[in-house]
C-alpha cells in the first residue's frame, strides 16, 4: 500500500544521509518530493533522477536553509512545481563540535543559524499554504542530544532542544487548522555526519545500544514516513525517538 500518493513533500538537506533515506523511502510511497541541498549538487541531481524513474515528481533545489529570503524563495518555487505542500520535513543539519571552553562564537551561531533557525525560515514559508489547505503535516529532525544533552555539543544540543520547544509550539498554535507537528530524534544513525567520529567512539555507542546496532536513514524514513501519512491524523506535538532504546 502506498501511503503518500500524490502528496507533495519538501525535504530540506537530502542530497544525502537521513534526507536522502527519507526522500527515496517517501518516493516509493508516491510522494512528489521537493528536496534541497546546500553544496552537493552531483549527489543531488542523481537523486533527482532517481526519483523521477519511480515515477513521481521531483525536484532538487539549491538553497540555504538558514536563509530566511532563500527559503520564502524556495517554497514559491516548489509551488510553481506543485499546487499544494503537505508535508515539510525539516532535516538539514550539521555538527561542529568542541568542548565549551574552546568553541567559537562562529561555531554556535553557525549550529544555530543552520540547525534551529533554518526551522523558524521554513515552517513560516509554508504555513500560508498549509493554514488554506487546511491540512499539513510538519517533521522537525531533532536529535537524542537535544532530549538528554551530550559533552562536547553544547551549540548542536541546544539547537536540538529548540527545535522540540519550536515543535510543541506550532502544534499548539496550527492545531486548530488541522496541522500537525511533531518531532524525530534520532540516536546513533550511520551517516557521512556520524563518519566522522572515531571507530572507538561508535563501537561504545552501539555497545550501549539496545538493540546493538547503529541505526540507517531507512530507519529514520520509516518514522517519517508514519508521521507524515494519515496513519498519524491524531498524534501532534510528539517527539518520536529512533533510537534503538537509546534513552530507554
Ligand atoms: P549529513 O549526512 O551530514 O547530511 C546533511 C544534509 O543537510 C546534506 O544533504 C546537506 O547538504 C544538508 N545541509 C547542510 N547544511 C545545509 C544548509 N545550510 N541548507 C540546506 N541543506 C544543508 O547528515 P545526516 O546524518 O543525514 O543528518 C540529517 C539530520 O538528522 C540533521 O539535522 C542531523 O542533525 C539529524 N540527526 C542525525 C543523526 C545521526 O546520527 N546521523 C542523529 C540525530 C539527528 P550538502 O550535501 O549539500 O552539504
Keep these: 500500500m502506498k501511503l503518500l500518493e500524490g502528496k507533495n ?10 534526507g536522502k533515506g527519507i526522500a527515496q523511502v517517501f518516493g516509493q510511497h508516491g510522494a512528489n518530493v521537493a528536496f534541497t541541498y546546500s553544496s552537493s549538487e552531483a549527489p543531488a541531481l542523481e537523486l533527482e533522477k532517481e ?15 538558514a536563509s530566511f529570503s532563500e527559503s520564502e524563495e524556495l517554497v514559491k ?11 515539510l520535513i525539516n532535516n538539514a543539519g550539521i555538527t561542529k ?11 554556535f551561531d553557525k549550529v544555530i543559524e543552520i540547525n534551529l533557525k533554518s526551522v523558524f525560515n521554513m515552517t513560516k514559508a509554508v504555513q500560508r499554504t ?16 537535544g532530549v538528554k544533552g551530550n559533552a562536547g555539543q553544547t551549540n548542536y544540543a541546544a539547537s536540538k532542544a529548540g527545535m522540540i520547544g519550536f515543535t510543541k509550539s506550532v502544534a499548539l498554535e496550527l492545531g486548530s487548522r488541522n496541522i500537525r507537528c511533531n518531532a524525530i530524534a534520532p540516536g546513533f544513525i550511520e551517516t557521512e555526519m556520524t563518519d566522522k567520529l572515531d571507530e572507538k567512539t561508535v563501537q561504545g555507542w552501539r555497545d550501549a545500544i539496545p538493540l546493538k546496532r547503529g541505526g540507517s536513514p531507512e530507519d529514520v524514513a520509516n518514522a517519517c514516513l508514519f508521521l507524515a501519512s494519515d496513519l498519524s491524523a491524531y498524534v501532534t506535538g510528539q517527539v518520536l525517538n529512533v533510537d534503538g532504546g537509546m534513552l530507554t
Design 9 to 18: 513533500v519538501i525535504i530540506t538537506g537530502a542530497s544525502r544521509g537521513i
Design 77 to 87: 518555487q516548489v509551488l510553481e512545481h506543485f499546487e499544494s505542500i503537505d508535508v
Design 51 to 65: 526519483l523521477l524513474d519511480m515515477g513521481v515528481k521531483a525536484k532538487a533545489f539549491k538553497s540555504n536553509a
Design 130 to 145: 498549509m493554514l488554506k489547505q487546511r491540512k499539513g503535516s510538519i517533521i522537525n529532525m531533532s536529535s537524542v542530544v
Design 97 to 107: 563540535d568542541n568542548l565549551l571552553m574552546r568553541m567559537g562564537e562562529e561555531d
